[in-house]
């Protein structure tokens, strides 16, 4: 072996690794860097419209929660309302039969009210 072999050797090994991690390193750079960049440019956009669905549905939600408590309070005044109509109309029907059988007997004759009732 000519003299200083083994240090040129290891010299040029060493210049190897380094020139290997500078290649690597800069394609990292260039390859990935236009990546990052793209990417920098997309996240804003991302947020504006996560932000703006976040708004709207904020919003749908408050309307539905309002269309909801409309919807309740109806329920209750009908079901408030409910045996009061029922209770009205019962009483509707009592007063009509009266009148049937009260209009059934003076038509038979067998009221002696009947033309004090007409009256």
Do not use: W
Not at 45 to 64: C, D, F, H, P, W
Not at 68 to 75: G, H, Q, T, V
């Amino acid at each position: 072996m000519a003299d200083g072999f083994p240090d040129r050797f290891f010299g040029f090994q060493a210049f190897e690794r380094k020139f290997e991690e500078c290649i690597s390193k800069s394609a990292v750079r260039t390859k990935f860097g236009q990546h990052s960049k793209s990417g920098k440019l997309i996240v804003p956009e991302v947020r504006q419209i996560i932000n703006s669905m976040y708004g709207q549905a904020r919003k749908l939600k408050t309307q539905k929660a309002e269309a909801k408590k409309e919807l309740d309070d109806k329920l209750k005044f009908t079901k408030k309302e409910l045996p009061l109509l029922r209770e009205l109309m019962e009483e509707k029907i009592r007063q009509m039969a009266t009148d049937v059988q009260h209009s059934v007997s003076c038509f038979r004759g067998t009221s002696v009210t009947c033309t004090e009732g007409t009256q």
